[in-house]
């Protein structure tokens, strides 16, 4: 007789599969969580990133009034303050999470352990507890690549006296190096890059290719990579060949010595892989179960997030956010996460599913400059034979961009020859992330952008209007 335990629902990850279980639990909910509730984004991502480069940006506000004609200093950047105050908020919302399932309801139990597929429906701990399910939601997330370099140990990497650490636990860390290497080209890179320098680090970025974030629009690529050499040593073209690590405790500096792939010696106190992120998929035992894998790792889903198994959907199995999304980013999660919310829902009452829409995808890039983008950059749409025409307009040619003496912000649009529908939108600057929003709903909603600028308001002098000047020009 089996003794494995049974739920009606059972969830992987308590990221944004956290949002899944509602206050009106019908059958028996299990919820699986071997790290902290909240997933990436709360605890080791977007969410206290943000908050970091907040305070580099008041850090680095000097420089910014200068150009204004103020003068200003400052006097020291208190990192463990900084720090604990971020994770001390962060840290009771985990906490409070945790809490608050593990005491909602009887009807739902919070594993915090491993688990991993022995079958279709059937999951094991790693404590050797055995569960099946009626229905099954995958949110177990990604992680962080960890590249094969000579004299790099995988299993010290993020250890609490290593130099070599992940995003996992840069955010943590005890102090802020003097010197900081990042390999790797992508947001995690540039927003880093952008914390550590204006908390006091001197920073080189070591990029494999020639352009930093790939598959942005090219005019944004170039303009990125023209702002931030002006206060990193950003090397193209070039990657670490072998990492030499001084023994723990050792007081020589620096921590590390890094070999080039241009024959040059980089000596670094603290490397930072951000080389991308690999989907949890290979710690699921996902063989077991018989479900499809793209080659990238990430699981197979259809359009109503259900879980594939040789080409064909498992009702009652989903699937959400980094371990199966194209899009790494939390508020596809969230998105994803309420369609399978709805869907389950639907399929109690035999009603029709939910499909998922990631046709606007926006993201934004809380570097220096700041960048957000939606849509097709003009590379895409041009290679999609389409004509298509393009509207450009810079802050300094409005008034608000006056006030901040930006030199180099712009919004660019994409759209299809006649100005009828906007096919991409792309923003550097300041607050570029909240000016691309209207701009998102435009694409998403099919709106006529020519009709959308016309017909209201901008609000004068205000930074609204570099969108509303760009969108004039189609």
């Not at 010290?156 to 860390?173: F, I, N």
């Not at 005019?219 to 030499?244: C, M, N, S, Y």
């Amino acid at each position: 007789m089996s003794t494995a335990q049974h739920a009606d629902l059972a969830i992987i990850g308590a990221g944004s599969g956290n949002t899944v279980p509602g206050e009106d639990l019908q059958g028996r909910t299990v919820l699986f969580e071997r790290g902290l509730f909240g997933g990436t984004c709360l605890n080791a991502g977007c969410i206290p990133s943000k908050m970091l480069v907040k305070a580099a940006e008041a850090a680095l506000s000097p420089a910014d009034a200068a150009r204004l004609g103020v003068e200003l200093r400052v006097e020291r950047t208190d990192w463990p303050g900084i720090r604990d105050r971020v994770f001390d908020r962060i840290d009771r919302i985990e906490a409070g999470g945790r809490e608050y399932r593990q005491s909602q309801s009887p009807q739902l139990q919070a594993v915090t352990e491993t688990v991993r597929f022995t079958g279709p429906r059937r999951l094991v701990t790693d404590s050797g507890a055995e569960w099946t399910a009626d229905r099954i939601v995958i949110a177990a997330g990604a992680r962080p690549v960890v590249p094969a370099i000579p004299g790099l140990d995988p299993a010290r990497v993020d250890a609490p006296d290593s130099a070599v650490c992940t995003s996992e636990t840069l955010m943590r860390r005890a102090e802020v190096p003097g010197h900081a290497t990042i390999v790797g080209g992508g947001y995690v890179a540039m927003e880093m890059a952008h914390v550590l320098q204006g908390l006091g680090s001197e920073v080189t970025v070591l990029v494999r290719s020639e352009t930093l974030l790939r598959g942005h629009d090219a005019e944004i690529r170039r303009t990125l990579g023209e702002a931030v050499q002006e206060h990193w040593d950003v090397r193209f073209g070039t990657t670490a060949t072998k990492v030499t690590e001084r023994e723990p405790g050792a007081a020589s500096a620096p921590a590390l010595e890094l070999e080039l792939s241009d024959g040059g010696v980089l000596a670094t106190d603290l490397l930072l892989l951000a080389a991308g992120r690999t989907p949890n998929t290979d710690q699921l035992g996902l063989a077991a179960a018989g479900y499809d894998l793209h080659l990238d790792g990430r699981l197979a889903v259809d359009e109503y997030q259900r879980v594939l198994a040789g080409g064909e959907p498992q009702q009652g199995v989903y699937a959400l956010g980094d371990i199966c999304s194209p899009f790494q980013l939390k508020h596809v999660a969230n998105h994803e996460a309420r369609v399978v919310t709805a869907n389950l829902q639907a399929e109690r009452g035999r009603e029709p599913l939910t499909a998922v829409n990631h046709r606007a995808v926006p993201s934004a890039v809380f570097s220096s400059p700041q960048i957000a983008s939606v849509g097709l950059t003009e590379e895409d749409a041009r290679a999609e034979h389409r004509d298509v025409l393009i509207a450009r307009h810079d802050y300094a040619d409005v008034a608000y961009g006056w006030a901040l003496e930006e030199k180099r912000g712009f919004v660019k649009l994409v759209a299809t020859a006649d100005g009828s529908r906007l096919l991409g939108a792309h923003i550097l600057g300041p607050d570029a992330a909240s000016l691309l929003q209207p701009l998102i709903g435009v694409i998403a909603l099919d709106l006529d952008p020519r009709r959308f600028v016309r017909e209201q308001y901008w609000i004068h002098p205000a930074l609204p209007e570099v969108v509303e000047n760009a969108l004039l020009k189609l």
